[in-house]
């Protein structure tokens, strides 16, 4: 299928909704912890209730499981409401894990302790799916539900090999987000364009308004993986038009091309620019101070952030916006991607695997449940039937970069990713060699062509290993590109 018809049916509908065509990741570590702390406890409760009553069958606890802290609070009220009024004798027990998702799904596969529900994340789908880890959903569907979400099955995407894994019901790209007030304080007319002009206007802001303890730029580089795929990592991929540094025309990786951002967010993220700190920085914190005026911009997911600072950290919306990444030189070669969101994969493994579809369709798959989530902020709905009738926050109305626009489409996976199972790359991943350069001494030139080369070699590896195949697209567009 190619990307023009997944995203013409995108565009459809966000048009249909009469506006304009446009993970939360991870928290403190406290947060996280009493988070994990009160799932632990919820979960032990609702296993001895179960137990108790398991002898008359009376009660089945489905546990699921998220990573999203910007909707917690409404999926927990609609939880509370199915478990207070369902016939089906289920108990859903929800638990939040926010910046250690992937290990605990990790710690779980191991263990044999797997949830019965998870929130889609593209990591835990891409290292399980090749293990029969996720239900196939398509024999689960009525005729009402394809009708909902049928314009949301995309093979090549959620469907591979005829078998549908996750339904997304939201969309979700990265921009940069930046406080307006700081702009016109300093005298900045307009958001940048370029990466240049991005740095040279956080420098602006640190140079004047530091003393204030406000800074021009921020991103939660504690965790690399977290700060650089919702930021760096996407600017290239418009920038270079090749995805994670794949160049899908000619089958091979070439990370050379990064040198140029690379350079500048070694600035960007210097004394002259960054926020205190932020090599420590969790998102949740770094929100806390954009909502209280201390930094000029950051980058971040456009389905977060709404329902963030709307119900986690109020802020007055007419104080941010959002626009398009900037890149090196304003270079766009290529389209960055688009993700669907508030999908949910069942555990194939599970024996209440029959009773966790029915938990998903009543509840996450439920019209008026995909409308309140939408009118309430949390995502950018891509459900026609769901754009028809919502009435969304005026944020989305007003900020036409949180919608899905013409520079967002889906992307094919890299090798790194579709054979995140079985391909192995020798020493640090990209993410942590980027960090050796902008916060370390490495060379960039001689570092990026050791990552280029250590790729390869475990691509090439994994391909004589039986694990991975070629992914090569003959006269593969970046500005046009498709699944493969």
């Not at 350069?437 to 062509?449: K, R, W």
Request: net charge negative; with cysteine.
């Amino acid at each position: 299928m190619k990307l023009k018809k997944a995203g013409a049916v995108i565009m459809t509908a966000v048009m249909a909704a009469g506006i304009l065509a446009g993970c939360s990741g991870g928290s403190e570590s406290a947060g996280t912890n009493t988070a994990q702390t009160t799932a632990a406890g919820n979960t032990t409760a609702a296993q001895t209730e179960a137990a108790a009553l398991s002898g008359s069958g009376e009660v089945i606890v489905i546990n699921v499981w998220s990573k999203d802290r910007h909707d917690a609070t409404y999926v927990q009220e609609k939880i509370d409401e199915y478990n207070a009024t369902n016939t089906n004798n289920i108990q859903i027990n929800y638990q939040l894990y926010t910046d250690n998702y992937v290990q605990a799904v990790d710690m779980a596969v191991q263990s044999d302790e797997m949830p019965d529900i998870l929130v889609y994340q593209e990591q835990v789908f891409d290292k399980y799916v090749s293990a029969g880890q996720w239900a196939d959903l398509n024999p689960y569907l009525d005729d009402d539900m394809r009708s909902l979400l049928g314009s949301s099955i995309f093979p090549g995407y959620n469907e591979l090999d005829g078998k549908l894994y996750f339904i997304p019901t939201t969309g979700t790209t990265c921009r940069l987000f930046y406080n307006k007030e700081i702009f016109e304080r300093v005298g900045i007319q307009n958001p940048p364009e370029t990466l240049e002009e991005m740095v040279e206007d956080a420098k602006r802001i640190t140079s004047e308004l530091s003393g204030e303890g406000i800074y021009g730029f921020a991103e939660n580089m504690k965790s690399a993986s977290s700060g650089l795929g919702r930021s760096m990592i996407v600017g290239l991929q418009r920038e270079t038009g090749a995805p994670f540094g794949y160049d899908f025309a000619k089958g091979e990786y070439d990370f050379s091309t990064w040198a140029d951002t690379l350079r500048l967010w070694k600035e960007l993220l210097s004394d002259e620019c960054a926020f205190p700190g932020c090599e420590s920085l969790d998102i949740d914190p770094l929100r806390t101070q954009f909502a209280a005026g201390k930094i000029g911009m950051y980058m971040s997911y456009t389905h977060a952030e709404p329902g963030v600072y709307q119900n986690q950290f109020p802020m007055d919306s007419e104080k941010w916006d959002c626009v398009p990444i900037p890149t090196a030189g304003g270079k766009a070669l290529g389209k960055q991607y688009f993700s669907g969101t508030s999908g949910y994969m069942l555990n194939a493994k599970s024996v209440n695997v029959d009773k966790a579809f029915q938990v998903y369709k009543d509840i996450f798959a439920n019209k008026d449940f995909l409308i309140g989530y939408y009118e309430g902020g949390f995502g950018v709905s891509i459900v026609p039937e769901v754009i028809e009738a919502a009435k969304p926050s005026e944020d989305f109305q007003n900020k036409k970069w949180l919608l899905i626009s013409d520079i967002d489409t889906l992307l094919p996976k890299p090798p790194h990713t579709a054979f995140a199972a079985g391909m192995v790359v020798e020493g640090e991943d990209l993410y942590k060699t980027c960090e050796s350069i902008y916060y370390g001494d490495a060379d960039i030139e001689s570092t990026l062509q050791d990552l280029t080369d250590r790729y390869n070699k475990g691509y090439q590896d994994a391909i004589q290993n039986g694990v991975a195949s070629e992914i090569k697209i003959d006269g593969y567009d970046p500005m046009n590109p498709t699944l493969n």
